[in-house]
DNA sequence: AATGAATGAGGTTTCATTCAT
DNA sequence: AATGAATGAAACCTCATTCAT
């Protein structure tokens, strides 16, 4: 039984392998660039031998984005169980954005998939079949619960249409992370990026907070002081 | 001479002709997808004739990208002349994207060419040689002015940081014009576009307004009827 | 305006050169085994090229067989013009295969293609979509009009069922020609193949006439005096 | 030794379970399309292990054919024995394959695989090394007997030449079955096949008999009740 | 000035076969 | 005895670019 799995194991790990290769192929040169032959050659494999282990490219960027994506669901479901209001709920949301920036890109791999797989997220409803992605969704929905939960508990400005703000949030965070997906690798540098991060969103906070708010809820702390 | 001139003048007229069927095919179909065969089957010429009139592929995207580029800025610098407050301004400038795609869908086309074009705008500071492209820079810098303006007169937020904010507003439509030009473009109804932008851009108002401004400017009219 | 002309004509020499490549290749070696590579070696192209004449690898099969499912039908209609009874237009058709066969062997070409493209013939009544290839299915309803003729004039047996036959004799006929194309293409000799395809299709000839009939029309003759 | 014997066994049991998937592939899905992984998977083994028991895939072919072909031909044989004439022999014969049809399908494949083991085969006189393939020879050889036997008992045309219309008849029946073998596999009812099998074998009946032979010994009964 | 023929590199995918374990 | 991981050749097809005419 040991042997099985053992072999069990093994395969998921060159599973794994060839993942991680993609996903640092996609971080340095985009979705769109990256071939087959590449993974191949950075996995030191034949092509083929992916063929073993994916239907298709598709496939890869699927199993990418949904280990990504469930990942960055629970990360950030976890943390906001803590949050008191709409207004924490937010900020925690974003605060985790910056520490799983610390832990990895991966959030850019994530997004800049997400991108490819379901292009018309979020301006248009999606279709519950489409290959079975359906975390794009719950995100958008996590974000408009938290929107309403915000409205509800008097932090967030009663004007808001929670659905229409929860897609332009989510647009605009796609904004900013294709933007950085974009800068070459070596320029890519976690200072830039967390600053720009925390300027979009402390811009998205002051857009949606209730009036007379506390001043100092609008600033997005950099975190744990690894920068 | 007379000669010389028409002829100059044939040449650049094709140019135009090769740049506006180039243009619809990317609003169409999206910048990645255009091969130089579709523009020159549906400019009716060859594709040897296309290396005539533009070195390479790129030199294509680069012509429209100026050319469209310099559009918008005179469009909305034009604008912006009458505005009396930075607040105004802002509004000018993104009634102006308003009117634009009233006019055409050329904006996504531009923003689209951007991002292939000068991908670490706006993250970056502009290297100032690089093809010639210096519309994207000159845009920021307005952007850039337009905020100082109005914290001048008091009709934004003085903690602004209007370097941070120019590149935030940038990145932020950016954002939702690639999330548009990644509709199929069936799905790509202005009713959708309009009301998606109007809601990101009344968003990033609320942000930067000062306290206490008058309330009925954070609204954007949505123009001109023809909606 | 001889230019243009010279240039159509050459294209389309070169179209017809890539087909007699093909056909040789396939004639050779088998609709299968052909690839296009093969045939762009042979034709002294690159691959590309051939796409610049055909969209795809089946497109070059279906040119091949309208080009010779049209001369073969054309070919054999002219010749049962002059036929007196269904038993000589019968005998008529069969003589053209001869014939044909001793113009050049596209025929073994233009079944074997048959068989991939309308794989169902003529067991299976055709869906006049398929392709646009109709050639099949014109002459199984020449092969049955020729049948029903015969009845009615005598020279075949009234108990045969013209649709039924009509089948049968194209079942037949393709048996015997399927069998000539897997020889290797060495012992392929005139000789051999239309001693088989006449002593098949007398034996056809005898099963058909209706009793008492002439016994010197069962006797195909093998032709010309060039075998 | 029991021990030696039981792997022995069991190895020829493996052998057999492994071809009979591959047959029931072949059926279904045609022979060039089977591939060795379809055969694997259907054995439940892995690739490597079909190479344990065959030296490669054509072997597997070769097997299949061996197998499917000495049964064909004891049954055949055995039917035969019973005969009182040419014709009942051959009426026997047909009426073997309609039997055989009835338990199975199996014809199609045996035909199939003919056609790639020996593709020469009626019309080359066979190559006694050619794979130690005989089957197809010793059924040419039966029924070339069984003609001359007809011709000797009066039952079949003098004027016929055995070994030819003994080819003849290979290829005709070859056409149909492997005209047969073209329909995707939910076509391929048995009501359709008989009756097109049916219909060729009486067409060559017709053919062949003596003049004056009792008219109803040309219908070929399609037995059993089963279909 | 314009053409269009041609190229060649590169893309995804399939599959019979081998071999260390 | 069995595995299954790996390979590498080969298949079809696309496209930016070049160049003789």
């Given at each position: 039984m040991g042997i099985t799995e053992r072999k069990e194991r093994e395969k998921n790990e060159r599973r794994a392998m060839i993942l991680d290769r993609a996903r640092e192929l996609i971080l340095e040169r985009g979705v769109d660039s990256v071939t087959m032959q590449d993974i191949a050659t950075s996995a030191e494999?034949?092509?083929?031998?992916l063929y073993l282990y994916f239907d298709n490219k598709e496939a890869i960027l699927a199993a990418l984005f949904r280990e990504a994506g469930s990942y960055f669901l629970e990360y950030v479901s976890a943390r906001l169980d803590?949050?008191?209001?709409g207004l924490e709920a937010i900020r925690l949301l974003w605060m985790s954005y910056f520490d799983l920036f610390g832990e990895s890109n991966d959030i850019i791999v994530l997004f800049s998939i997400r991108n490819v797989l379901t292009p018309s997220f979020p301006l248009l409803p999606g279709?519950?079949?489409?290959?079975?992605?359906?975390e794009p969704y719950l995100l958008l929905g996590l974000i408009q619960n938290l929107i309403s939960r915000g409205i509800a508990d008097g932090s967030?400005?009663?004007?808001?249409d929670p659905a229409q703000i929860a897609r332009t949030v989510i647009v605009i965070t796609d904004g900013i992370i294709e933007n950085i997906a974009r800068l070459p690798p070596g320029m890519r540098t976690n200072r830039l990026i967390l600053q720009e991060m925390k300027s979009t969103f402390e811009l998205i906070l002051r857009a949606i907070?209730?009036?007379?708010?506390?001043?100092?809820?609008?600033i997005l702390p950099l975190g744990s002081g690894q920068f």
């Open positions: 494999l034949s092509k083929g031998t803590t949050a008191r209001s279709t519950p079949n489409a290959g079975d992605i359906q967030f400005d009663p004007a808001l907070v209730a009036p007379g708010c506390d001043r100092s809820l609008l």
